[in-house]
């Protein structure tokens, strides 16, 4: 997929500051399928690697673009907005090779070997034009496509009911998602047939702008209860849903929850705070969430949310016990839901 505005910025800016850091000459060289390659040239060795370029600042994010593809670390760096010293050091630690908008970087491909921290950029970047797709509307819209292969060719009348959203706010994401080149759209009228691209990357963007533009709206408050209340409570799932790290220890069994988030209806959160005997607390370890999807489009997993959706919250942590469960959900709930159809 061809670089949008915002990723031609973010690249540009950090090759720069890369230059003015190192002193190392650097070049973009193209390769098949769409692929760039950043060529740096140190002591007569010539080192080529293949560029990934990440359009926001979420910790996350570098570890979601390698989660199902370690092997070729050696042979990627991936390109970020201005980091800290301690994300350095845990990029470091992963073997993710990276350069920033600020000239901090971490590249080790012997007999180049390149560490800069702590670097802050003077100016910092204006933040890129949201579009309506990874807005709070779009993103439930964008949820329940990716969670139902195929509803993308129902009408979009037939969509705007499935996800409780305005007809033109579904027309205004199947614009989005055909410019961003997410989305391809054949034939008219009943010979119509639509399909969603590079799904992998469509769910990464998700995943960001869900933890960034929509999760922080949906949290009705944080509670406290019995020392492993969750344990032996029974949720309704017509009411209420397990989800982050609960759901993530039951699909993994892998997990000691730290932080209880629970789902349930917007109009009706005490239909876990009350027989739970939950009590209000800024600080406690239960998140209650509301629920922003049709029950009937996108169905209970169990008594927890979707696996992509417990992949999520775990995502948007960017704890390290959590993000290497997410990975494992990733592989066995997710990986076929963005397979290319």
């Known amino acids: 997929m061809q670089l949008d505005t915002h990723q031609k910025q973010i690249l540009k800016t950090a090759l720069a500051a890369f230059e003015r850091q ?28 293949e560029l990934v370029v990440c359009t926001n600042a979420l910790w996350a994010d570098a570890i979601t673009l390698f989660g199902n593809r370690l ?9 970020l907005h201005q980091i800290t010293a301690e994300k350095t050091d845990a990029l ?14 971490f590249i080790n491909h012997p007999p180049l070997f390149l560490l800069v921290k702590g670097n802050r950029a003077k100016l910092e970047m204006k933040p890129p ?36 959203v305005a007809l033109g706010m579904v027309n205004w994401v199947f614009k989005d998602l055909n410019e961003l080149g997410f ?25 960001t702008a869900y933890a960034e533009q929509l999760r922080p709206k949906l949290v009705l408050g944080r509670y406290r209860g019995a ?14 849903l397990w989800g982050g790290e609960v759901a993530a220890e039951k699909l993994t069994e892998y997990l000691k929850p730290q932080t209880i988030t629970v789902y349930v209806g917007k109009e ?16 406690g370890d239960v998140e209650i969430v509301a629920r922003f999807w049709q ?47």
Do not use: S
């Open 22 to 49: 190192t002193g190392l000459p650097l070049g973009v060289i193209k390769g098949v399928q769409g692929k760039q390659f950043l060529q740096i040239n140190a002591a007569g060795e010539e080192v080529n690697l």
């Open 71 to 79: 092997e070729k670390l050696d042979r990627t760096v991936t390109v």
């Open 92 to 105: 470091r630690e992963h073997g993710i090779q990276f350069i920033d908008t600020a000239g901090n970087c």
């Open 129 to 164: 034009t949201v579009n309506r797709v990874f807005k709070q509307t779009g993103l439930r819209v964008l949820y329940a496509l990716l969670c139902n292969p195929g509803l993308e060719n129902e009408t979009y009348r037939t969509i705007a009911a499935k996800t409780d």
């Open 183 to 207: 989305l391809q759209e054949t034939g008219a009228g009943r010979a119509r047939k639509v399909r969603l691209l590079n799904k992998e990357k469509l769910l990464e963007r998700w995943i």
């Open 227 to 240: 020392e492993g209340w969750w344990q032996n409570a029974l949720l309704k799932p017509e009411q209420m």
């Open 268 to 283: 009706n959160p005490e239909a876990v705070i009350i027989p739970n005997r939950l009590t209000k607390d800024p600080h």
């Open 295 to 341: 029950p009937e489009t996108v169905a209970p997993y169990g008594d927890m949310v979707q696996p992509l959706l417990v992949y999520a919250d775990l995502m948007a942590t960017g704890n390290q016990r959590n993000l290497e469960t997410a990975r494992i959900i990733y592989d066995q709930h997710i990986v076929q839901l963005v397979g290319e159809n």
